[in-house]
């Protein structure tokens, strides 16, 4: 692996922290905004899988941009703050039916 495909990560990175921030706050802020966009980013990263992408593609588009942009870190301790833990098994489900279904979405392409 390159160092110009980890210059690639990092600014994809960056990129896609800016986008959850962003899109976060414009789909109803903590909870519900962190919801979205983590469900948005499964999908996203099933799509890459069912669709063959691989290799320096795959780590700069799902590690770098998609990795960055969900975030199960800030997604546990909100589900912490609200001690819910049904939440966080149903956030958990939503997300891997999420990531299943851009997968079979990938795998049609």
Known sequence: MS????????????L????????????GGP???TLAVNLVG???VGLLVGAGVG???L???????LGAFTTFSTWVAEVHDRRSPGLLAGA?????????????I???L
Do not use: E, I, K
């Not at 780590?59 to 941009?65: D, K, R, S, Y």
């Not at 958990?92 to 079979?104: I, K, Q, T, W």
């Open 16 to 27: 896609g922290a800016v986008a959850r921030v962003v899109l976060t706050r414009t789909w």
């Open 3 to 14: 160092a110009l495909v980890w210059v690639g990560v990092a600014l994809l990175g960056g």
């Open 31 to 33: 909870g519900r905004g």
């Open 55 to 57: 290799g320096d593609a």
């Open 92 to 104: 958990l489900l939503l997300g891997l039916g999420a990531a299943a279904l851009g997968r079979v």
């Open 59 to 65: 780590l700069l588009l799902g590690g770098g941009l």
């Open 42 to 44: 499964s999908s996203a």
């Open 106 to 108: 990938g795998l049609t």
